[in-house]
């Protein structure tokens, strides 16, 4: 189909590849839309999640700062 605007020959989803105008929908039937094929076991949402581990260590407890006082 070309373009009324500016003559482009092909067209890209539902603009112009050469001006950008909307398209009028094409004749051409709607694509059939394949779907990725169900794997034999059962997908849970832990497979699915990703997974950030890190190496946990126990703070160190908080030593109060000495105030050092002059005797005067």
Known sequence: MNCAH?????QRGRYCIGCGKL????????RRVR???R???EV???M???VLRFDVRP???VVPSRMSTHAG
């Open 6 to 10: 500016c003559g482009a020959e092909h």
């Open 23 to 30: 398209m009028p929908p094409s004749p051409l039937p709607p």
């Open 35 to 37: 779907l990725a094929p």
């Open 39 to 41: 794997p034999s076991y």
């Open 44 to 46: 849970t949402d832990d």
């Open 48 to 50: 699915t999640q990703p």
């Open 59 to 61: 703070r160190r407890p």
